[in-house]
T-cell receptor
Framework: RKEVEQDPGPFNVPEGATVAFNCTYS??????FFWYRQDCRKEPKLLMS???SGNEDGRFTAQLNRASQYISLLIRDSKLSDSATYLC????????????FGTGTRLQVTL | ETGVTQSPTHLIKTRGQQVTLRCSSQ?????VSWYQQALGQGPQFIFQ???????GRGNFPPRFSGLQFPNYSSELNVNALELDDSALYLC???FGTGYYTFGSGTRLTVV
């Protein structure tokens, strides 16, 4: 079983649609959680951190369910510029912590 | 404040050769991690350096090795290159286990 699992997509949605991505992780000792965005042939960039209380940044809402080891990302009012791969990322504990990435979910927003 | 810079941006090597990739960490960051991203996959953790010592390693063979220098810059060395080593190699820096900033990567092609 992969440490972080995501549906690879692609998700093809029209502009203005709401789209949700989900992710599960296997290590219950994981300490912090993120969504990264990666454009084609570019480096990953931090989109937002994810907390149990849920957090929102404009059109983006992220949620963590520690009991189910489940992370979600909701994008409202999709824009063409949201087209990218969204990577679910989990960080372990301690000074030797590492980022563990899912394979990414590809989103294509169309006119 | 400068970000993470990697060199070279692209590289073509022959199977069996050796390669050295370089990374300058973001100002104020003391931890450097290296990741390998194959096409269509999420980045995979190779190893992490903190205060010039390796303090975490992923599932990569010993022919993948690294260094961190007193100015926190880092090198990734790969010996006896194999075709499957073709990938985007990403360097990320952080202050301890804080937020990671990624460089734009080195795209390595082994022929």
């Amino acid at each position: 079983r992969k440490e972080v699992e995501q549906d690879p997509g692609p998700f093809n949605v029209p502009e203005g649609a709401t789209v949700a991505f989900n992710c599960t992780y296997s290590n219950s000792a994981s300490q912090s959680f993120f969504w990264y965005r990666q454009d084609c042939r570019k480096e990953p960039k931090l989109l937002m951190s994810v907390y149990s209380s849920g957090n929102e940044d404009g059109r983006f809402t992220a949620q963590l369910n520690r009991a189910s080891q489940y992370i979600s990302l909701l994008i409202r009012d999709s824009k063409l510029s949201d087209s990218a791969t969204y990577l679910c990322v989990v960080n372990g504990a301690g000074t030797a912590s590492k980022l563990t990435f899912g394979t990414g979910t590809r989103l294509q927003v169309t006119l | 404040e400068t970000g993470v810079t990697q060199s070279p941006t692209h590289l073509i090597k022959t199977r069996g050769q050796q390669v050295t990739l370089r990374c300058s960490s973001q100002s104020g960051h003391n931890t450097v991690s290296w990741y390998q991203q194959a096409l269509g996959q999420g980045p995979q953790f190779i190893f992490q350096y903190y205060r010039e010592e390796e303090n975490g390693r992923g599932n990569f063979p010993p022919r993948f090795s690294g260094l961190q220098f007193p100015n926190y810059s880092s090198e990734l060395n790969v010996n006896a290159l194999e075709l499957d080593d073709s990938a985007l190699y990403l360097c990320a820096s952080s202050f301890g286990t804080g937020y990671y900033t990624f460089g734009s990567g080195t795209r390595l092609t082994v022929v």
